[in-house]
């Protein structure tokens, strides 16, 4: 039986809708997974025809159970991954396996925030950065750079805004490598702060050549960390734009020496000249699967599994519509008592989806990460600002009812 291996998933978002593709299209799908609280509730998975118990981070024990369901006759057409760090490991055992094409290395390389601004040095896209080990002087750093606040820390290995801190000032800048540090990381990077509207470039590539399939404007709102509340897909770009941002991206993933499948990079425009803040090796997280979808009727992870099968992917734009999603977030802490106004908010003019996260029971805060965001309303229009509008209209029906937390004192 025609086999397709899903190292992990979330429950909802891109890795979900992936699996849900390779389903219609006709594949058996088996998902490895360490979550003990998806094989208990089997039902939420209604695509996934075999789910096995697995500690993915076990390269070995991941082999063995592959080698299981080889010995039980499914014939293993593709092995993908579409959560962190996960996406290099799947293209790995491809690799030993000879299935697919995919180059574990590139991705290996993409999923770790240090290896990708070495890799990148020589690039005019890479910032200034730092790699502060545990042991090195604060003091060394500041007398080299004491003019160059405000400044990014972060962590080198983790994803979804988490730990990427913002300082301002020596105290700062202190305080956040002592919470990184304390975290168990030996080192971080510090890098310099790039002020200007940053987007985020959904790619693919198939025998070598690069495919810019969608161009996000991202609204970042700044609490306590970075946090994206709002993506809008742009059109009828400007040419010189447009060029730009190609050439950029083609630049990037040809440095990879990335020959076939996807990613997305966040980047920013800086007086004029494009900045990588970021590349992961697949389609972003959370709606952007469906944001494109609504936006132009490709379903990306599956033209993703395609290139996997080595198929030539259709990146065919069917329609063309400005499309805007909203984010929505606590900005309070406590226990979810229930969430009015959703199908109120579904059935507004111009609103294609709406999707809450979190349960009766929940325990919000405000934002600290990507995970942390509550849901999201998508909107689809004829222009930017009436798909903006659309979407930020509904969110105002969505009303979350929260018991305050308390502190003990």
Same mark, same amino acid.
């Given at each position: 039986?025609?086999?397709?291996?899903?190292?992990?998933?979330?429950?909802?978002?891109?890795?979900?809708?992936?699996?849900?593709?390779?389903?219609?299209?006709?594949?058996?799908?088996?998902?490895?997974?360490?979550?003990?609280?998806?094989?208990?509730?089997?039902?939420?998975?209604?695509?996934?025809?075999?789910?096995?118990?697995?500690?993915?981070?076990?390269?070995?024990?991941?082999?063995?159970?592959?080698?299981?369901?080889?010995? #039980?006759?499914?014939?293993?057409?593709?092995?993908?991954?579409?959560?962190?760090?996960?996406?290099?490991?799947?293209?790995?055992?491809?690799?030993?396996?000879?299935?697919?094409?995919?180059?574990?290395?590139?991705?290996?390389?993409?999923?770790?925030?240090?290896?990708?601004?070495?890799?990148? #040095?020589?690039?005019?896209?890479?910032?200034?950065?730092?790699?502060?080990?545990?042991?090195?002087?604060?003091?060394?750093?500041?007398?080299?750079?004491?003019?160059?606040?405000?400044?990014?820390?972060?962590?080198?290995?983790?994803?979804?805004?988490?730990?990427?801190?913002?300082?301002?000032?020596?105290? #700062?800048?202190?305080?956040?490598? *002592?919470?990184?540090?304390?975290?168990?990381?030996?080192?971080?990077?510090?890098?310099?702060?790039?002020?200007?509207?940053?987007?985020?470039?959904?790619?693919?590539?198939?025998?070598?050549?690069?495919?810019?399939?969608?161009?996000?404007?991202?609204?970042?709102?700044?609490?306590?960390?970075?946090?994206?509340?709002?993506?809008?897909?742009?059109?009828?770009? *400007?040419?010189?734009?447009?060029?730009?941002?190609? #050439?950029?991206?083609?630049?990037?993933?040809?440095?990879?020496?990335?020959?076939?499948?996807?990613?997305?990079?966040?980047?920013?425009?800086?007086?004029?000249?494009?900045?990588?803040?970021?590349?992961?090796?697949?389609?972003?997280?959370?709606?952007?699967?469906?944001?494109?979808?609504?936006?132009?009727?490709?379903?990306?992870?599956?033209?993703?599994?395609?290139?996997?099968?080595?198929?030539?992917?259709?990146?065919?734009?069917?329609?063309?519509?400005?499309?805007?999603?909203?984010?929505?977030?606590?900005?309070?802490?406590?226990?979810?008592?229930?969430?009015?106004?959703?199908?109120?908010?579904?059935?507004?003019?111009?609103?294609?989806?709406?999707?809450?996260?979190?349960?009766?029971?929940?325990?919000?805060?405000?934002?600290?990460?990507?995970?942390?965001?509550?849901?999201?309303?998508?909107?689809?229009?004829?222009?930017?600002?009436?798909?903006?509008?659309?979407?930020?209209?509904?969110?105002?029906?969505?009303?979350?009812?929260?018991?305050?937390?308390?502190?003990?004192?």
């Amino acid at each position: 039986m025609e086999t397709i291996i899903f190292i992990d998933s979330n429950k909802s978002g891109s890795s979900r809708e992936a699996i849900r593709a390779a389903y219609n299209l006709g594949f058996f799908t088996v998902l490895l997974t360490p979550r003990e609280r998806f094989i208990k509730n089997r039902t939420d998975f209604p695509d996934v025809h075999h789910m096995i118990l697995t500690d993915i981070t076990d390269f070995q024990a991941i082999k063995n159970k592959i080698t299981i369901l080889t010995q #039980q006759g499914k014939k293993i057409a593709a092995i993908l991954s579409f959560i962190d760090p996960f996406v290099h490991v799947a293209a790995k055992l491809s690799n030993e396996l000879g299935i697919t094409s995919f180059s574990s290395k590139p991705y290996e390389i993409m999923e770790n925030k240090r290896l990708t601004r070495e890799h990148l #040095q020589g690039l005019s896209v890479s910032p200034k950065f730092t790699i502060f080990s545990k042991d090195d002087s604060l003091n060394a750093f500041l007398v080299d750079n004491k003019e160059r606040f405000p400044l990014i820390v972060k962590s080198a290995v983790s994803t979804g805004s988490k730990d990427v801190l913002f300082v301002e000032n020596k105290a #700062q800048l202190e305080k956040s490598l *002592d919470a990184l540090f304390s975290k168990g990381y030996e080192e971080v990077l510090i890098e310099e702060y790039l002020k200007g509207p940053q987007y985020l470039i959904e790619a693919c590539v198939f025998n070598g050549e690069v495919h810019v399939v969608a161009v996000i404007q991202q609204e970042i709102t700044f609490a306590q960390r970075f946090i994206v509340t709002g993506y809008c897909v742009l059109e009828n770009l *400007d040419v010189e734009f447009s060029n730009g941002i190609y #050439q950029t991206v083609n630049s990037i993933i040809n440095a990879f020496q990335l020959k076939n499948g996807s990613c997305h990079l966040e980047m920013r425009l800086v007086n004029g000249n494009w900045k990588l803040i970021e590349i992961n090796p697949r389609i972003s997280g959370g709606a952007m699967n469906r944001i494109i979808e609504v936006a132009y009727g490709i379903n990306l992870v599956e033209e993703t599994i395609k290139i996997a099968l080595g198929q030539k992917p259709n990146l065919e734009k069917k329609h063309r519509k400005f499309v805007y999603a909203h984010y929505l977030t606590s900005y309070e802490t406590g226990t979810l008592i229930k969430v009015t106004g959703k199908n109120r908010c579904a059935m507004m003019p111009g609103i294609e989806e709406v999707f809450i996260k979190p349960k009766k029971g929940s325990f919000l805060h405000p934002p600290l990460s990507m995970g942390d965001r509550c849901g999201y309303i998508i909107s689809a229009a004829d222009s930017k600002s009436e798909a903006i509008r659309l979407a930020n209209e509904a969110a105002k029906v969505i009303r979350f009812y929260i018991e305050p937390y308390i502190q003990p004192l």
